[in-house]
């Protein structure tokens, strides 16, 4: 996942803003443009090509920094009349609507209004496909807007585009937006559902494939096990774990495919330590689905007892403890190995299943 990069604020309050200059001027000038009822395609053009730079990840704070430098808070000009100032207050204003009706792909800058009516009529006028990441993450955002008939306008257009969008926009989101699914809380089964097949369509898993294996930063591990929820990559393990640029990804397959079961964070739960004076502890809770695939045992043991991090060997460490049960004398030579390991976590690992192995026989 790219780094998040802060920028001098040009045109908000904020004294810095995740927005490069380009991209809030495009965004001022677009909302100026809009107001004014001035012809709004080359804004509206540099609008979209400017944000095409900004990451996935920048979606949750870049949609209110947007929001204010356009400007897009609904007007009420000052009436006496109670009524009509509630039914401006409510309704969108025409002439937004006039311009989103000629230009649809102005949608793509008012799904940030602060008028839900105004997101709802900017959804259903979008016809094209994402052309960038932080428009794909942004649509998935709108799947869980907190008014439910832009919920429902964004469900309609994700049916529609999702399936078409280009492999390597939906590959690059998917980095973040797994395993930030968990979480949105205000979108329903079928906006998930339509995530997931934008994701595990086979295409954009190949480019994840790629990327898993050339990444050389960030919580991309923690993403891996999100995506191991279903069976459609697990033909891609025996690849990370043995040609994967970060040893976060090749601790994850290695200890998927040497367990034979994947392991995704679900959430905390409490125990109770002490239910009479009130004591409980917050423990983590994982899902768990078995793996079908099939791997040399000892020689991937073997390997991932050699490899050069310390994080992948301790899932060697972690690998020989669970599976004592059935040891064999070519696991316990790489417990040897690992018993004089220069980092003592890896160590201490060995000497348990050591220790165990003698008592045990």
């Known amino acids: 996942m790219p780094k ?32 004014e009822n001035q012809p709004i395609c080359q804004q509206l053009s540099h609008f979209r090509s400017s ?29 006496t009349d109670l009524t009509e100032r509630l039914r401006r207050l409510f309704k969108p204003q025409p002439r937004i609507l006039d311009q989103l009706t000629k230009h649809p792909d102005l949608g793509w800058f008012l799904q940030f209004h602060s008028n839900g009516f105004v997101r709802q009529a900017a959804l259903q006028r979008l016809a094209a496909s994402p052309v960038s990441p932080f428009e794909f993450s942004a649509i998935v955002y709108r799947l869980n807007d907190w008014v439910g008939n832009v919920r429902n306008a964004a469900l309609n257009y994700a049916k529609q585009a999702f399936p078409t969008t ?34 595990y369509r086979p295409e954009v898993l ?11 930063a960030g919580r ?3 993403t891996l096990q999100e995506l191991l929820q279903r069976s459609d990559f697990d033909h891609h393990l025996e690849e990370l774990a043995q040609d994967a640029t970060l040893p976060r990804v090749r601790a994850v397959a290695i200890d998927a495919l040497l367990m034979r079961r994947a ?20 423990t983590a809770e994982f899902g768990m689905r078995h793996i079908e695939r099939t791997v040399d045992f000892h020689a991937l043991l073997q390997n991932a007892a050699q490899d050069k991090s310390a994080h992948v060997r301790k899932v060697a460490g972690d690998v020989l403890i669970v599976t004592r049960g059935e ?19 890896v160590r201490s690992r060995a000497d348990f299943y050591l220790r165990r192995r003698a008592t045990e026989g």
């Open 166 to 199: 280009e492999p390597d926009i939906v590959a690059e989101s998917a980095v973040f937006l797994l395993p930030q699914s968990r979480i949105l809380k205000r979108w329903d089964r079928d906006g998930q559902h339509q995530l997931e097949n934008a994701i």
């Open 206 to 216: 190949m480019q994840l494939k790629e990327r898993f294996l050339t990444i050389r």
């Open 51 to 79: 944000l095409s730079a900004v990451p996935a990840c920048a979606v949750p704070r870049a949609s209110d920094e947007i929001r204010e430098i356009g400007q897009m808070y609904q007007g009420v000009k000052p009436s």
């Open 263 to 282: 392991k995704w964070f679900i959430g905390y739960r409490h125990e109770w330590t002490d239910k009479v004076h009130g004591l409980k502890r917050r």
């Open 327 to 345: 040891a064999t004398a070519e696991m316990d030579q790489i417990a040897q190995l690992l018993a004089s390991d220069r980092n003592p976590s």
């Open 4 to 35: 998040i990069i802060d920028y001098p604020a040009q045109f908000s309050h904020r004294k810095r803003s995740i927005l490069p200059f380009e991209a809030q001027k495009a965004t001022h000038d677009l909302g100026k443009a809009i107001r």
């Open 220 to 222: 991309v591990g923690h």
